[in-house]
């Protein structure tokens, strides 16, 4: 019976330790970091445009605007939400498809 009780309080001081460091590891996930954003060479005309937020500012890692005019970025965001769209569609389809609706015929 006393071993009961040591192992219980030993658990529950070992639960409170957990605890207390996953609290400090999610609360310094959201602190600020000590680093400075540097000023990178994305500097371009599309820093003003929809969809640019901080921290990242303008967002294009694999460089496809490197020399683009605003005739080739909307049509870059013009494929973009159609492609999204499309995926949207096909997930839905693929939803509608798995609860047991089918369309009528044989697929040959």
């Known amino acids: 019976f006393f071993f009961v009780i040591i192992s219980q309080a030993r658990f529950q001081r070992t639960m409170k330790l957990l605890l207390a460091a996953t609290l400090a590891a999610s609360a310094a996930a959201f602190a600020p970091s000590g680093l400075n954003a540097k000023s990178s060479s994305l500097s371009m005309a599309f820093e003003s445009e929809?969809?640019?937020?901080?921290?990242?500012?303008?967002?294009?890692?694999?460089?496809?605007?490197?020399?683009?005019?605003?005739?080739?970025?909307?049509?870059?965001?013009?494929?973009?939400?159609?492609?999204g769209r499309i995926c949207q569609l096909a997930f839905l389809g693929q939803i509608v498809t798995r609860y047991g609706v089918h369309l009528p015929g044989d697929i040959d």
């Open 50 to 83: 929809l969809g640019v937020q901080d921290p990242l500012g303008f967002f294009d890692p694999l460089g496809l605007l490197d020399d683009a005019d605003q005739e080739r970025f909307d049509r870059l965001r013009y494929v973009e939400l159609k492609h």
